[in-house]
């Protein structure tokens, strides 16, 4: 193994949390170098309009996902059974490269609500400790919605998020979300123009006695610079968002919003084809020294460093940690432990409307964030008091795409092929819509991440083992929620409404969400969570973890918003505190 000149910083993945973090730190003067498993990605080369829009590419074969051969998981549902390979990435797919899942998100751009922070004490105040589920683990943030909001907006104008406003500074806005927490400024860029989908959604809701307004996505709106001076292009609505990168400079990502400055400081260098297969420590085990990574070729190298960056993939960021001997793995038998505890995942169904022949919606003309929502049986905002659940969903009408290959909605019974399916794809081809919902997924005792006994990788590594199924009360929740979609979708107008529930048990082969969290959660004491509020690891004070594995349990919203928020507020910890006395614990100020 040959050994590297020391760094300052050494960051692990350069997707949104890595590249962010690396702007700013080298822009605070410090050398950062940044180590990526995938390839370099960028716009021109790699998503060009040439060859963007390629479904088979992109939407069919998975070009731009990672393999299992680079690295998987084994799954089960209960700790009773034995996990086996994930053979094929399915119910949740990580991008593979720099970028990382930022590449391939469809954009939605959610703020947490305030009682998602404080979710533990706020149902056990309005509801009772016994109101909670069986088993359930759910937790406090160590962390505020208000002290997070200048992070919110912070990450927002990175992105040119496009939206409007429901409550700026505590004054309700008028077809804005009227749930959300307050906001300090306005959405960086209108919302996009909705199509006829969104259009009789809003009406049908009102009706309702609902109150809709635009998704906000990160699919900009309007030509647009944000506070780095990287400029991006209106977004065309080509519906080649999910999944493929963007090649209009429209979609807010890494390459779109960070790397063209990032990659102009003299002062960060990225490694691209090439592993980090440990963090490495000092011998008495509580200072990083850098890490060690294996190149394309075969060559093992280390990189010392002052500072280490987990900044990788949800999943990927507990594994490492765990395969370096950071922290107590969490034990469901005892509950002693806290790597790997409260997994969590995201609760989605919805129903599928039919509408007749007059009636064309064109989603062939859509956007990975062009929707419109209701948030009244989000979080707590309805009392869950009469209907025996916690946790709650969005309500959601997108347009994201009609691209020719998956777009082929049938009535239920229609055969799957022969000259039936292709009459039927005619006839409905064009005449239907879907109300979906983007639900919770509370943290419980037994689902968890650990290290399988059995199964390795190709360096000889145990793959991590995930623990997962869907509880009793994310699936009732999930089927009030469907109800309710399709009341929406009824009222739409549709003359045949489908209603696809969310069954047990989890199934690792449908794709559902790649939204997976918890793991490496965040905490105020180490008996909880792995890292403190600043993201700050309690046993290794300078190693810190980024991502969606530092939520104690998901929320009803897409993580990423959260995700850039929470690693703005640990990088003003980090340049205004942490270097000041580097390599000790913060403390609450």
Not at 42 to 62: C, F, H, K, M, V
Not at 141 to 146: G, L, R
Request: proline share 7%.
């Amino acid at each position: 193994m040959s050994r590297l000149p020391k760094k300052d910083v050494v960051i692990i993945g350069l997707g949104w949390t890595g590249s962010i973090m690396a702007h700013e730190l080298a822009q605070a003067g410090l050398d950062v170098v940044a180590i990526e498993r995938g390839p370099w990605r960028d716009t021109a080369s790699d998503y060009n309009i040439g060859t963007a829009p390629d479904e088979l590419r992109y939407a069919i074969r998975q070009d731009i996902f990672l393999r299992p051969a680079q690295e998987t998981l084994t799954a089960r549902n209960t700790p009773d059974q034995v996990a086996l390979p994930i053979r094929k990435y399915g119910s949740f797919l990580p991008g593979n490269g720099v970028g990382g899942a930022g590449v391939h998100w469809n954009g939605h751009t959610w703020r947490f609500m305030p009682s998602d922070f404080n979710l533990r004490s706020h149902l056990v105040g309005r509801y009772g400790e016994d109101f909670l589920p069986e088993h359930s683990t759910i937790q406090d943030w160590p962390v505020s919605y208000d002290e997070l909001e200048p992070h919110y907006d912070f990450f927002e104008k990175v992105c040119g998020i496009s939206g409007k406003a429901g409550n700026l500074r505590g004054v309700t806005q008028a077809g804005g979300n009227p749930f959300e927490g307050w906001r300090s400024d306005e959405y960086p860029t209108p919302p996009l123009r909705p199509n006829l989908a969104q259009n009789l959604f809003h009406k049908a809701a009102t009706e309702l006695g609902l109150h809709p307004f635009p998704l906000p996505g990160a699919n900009v709106s309007t030509a647009y610079t944000n506070p780095y001076g990287v400029r991006m292009a209106p977004c065309t609505y080509c519906g080649f968002c999910e999944w493929f990168g963007c090649a209009n400079y429209s979609k807010s990502s890494p390459q779109t919003c960070v790397l063209p400055v990032l990659m102009r400081q003299t002062n960060f260098e990225a490694r691209t084809l090439s592993e980090v297969t440990k963090i490495n420590l000092a011998p008495d085990g509580k200072t990083a020294t850098g890490v060690t990574y294996v190149d394309s070729a075969g060559r093992e190298w280390e990189q010392p460093a002052d500072l280490v960056l987990l900044c990788a993939y949800s999943l990927f960021n507990v594994r490492l940690l765990m395969l370096s001997g950071i922290g107590t793995q969490y034990d469901p038998a005892t509950g002693k432990g806290t790597l790997g505890r409260n997994y969590a995942y995201q609760t989605n169904a919805g129903s599928l409307g039919y509408f007749d022949k007059d009636t064309h919606f064109n989603h062939f003309a859509g956007a990975g964030s062009l929707g419109m929502m209701a948030d009244d049986f989000n979080g707590d905002v309805f009392d869950h008091g009469p209907h025996g659940f916690i946790g709650g969903a969005n309500l959601a009408c997108n347009s994201t795409n009609a691209r020719p290959i998956s777009s082929r909605v049938v009535p239920p019974g229609t055969p799957r092929w022969g000259a039936q399916w292709k009459k039927a794809t005619v006839e409905t081809a064009n005449h239907t819509a879907n109300v979906g919902s983007q639900g919770s997924s509370y943290s419980y005792r037994d689902c968890y991440l650990d290290l399988d006994p059995t199964y390795k990788d190709p360096l000889g590594r145990p793959l991590m083992r995930m623990t997962f199924d869907f509880k009793d009360n994310e699936l009732k929740m999930s089927r009030f929620i469907v109800d309710r979609t399709a009341e929406v979708m009824q009222a739409m107008g549709a003359k045949q409404v489908v209603k696809n529930y969310k069954r047990g048990p989890w199934d690792v082969v449908p794709y559902q969400t790649t939204h997976n969290t918890g793991g490496a959660v965040m905490g105020n004491t180490p008996e909880d969570s792995v890292v403190n509020r600043y993201t700050q690891h309690w046993d290794v004070p300078n190693v810190f973890v980024s991502g969606a594995c530092l939520f104690p349990q998901n929320a009803g919203y897409n993580p990423t918003g959260t995700v850039g928020a929470l690693t703005y507020w640990a990088l003003d910890a980090i340049k205004n505190r942490y270097l000041k006395n580097p390599g000790q614990p913060m403390v609450q100020a």
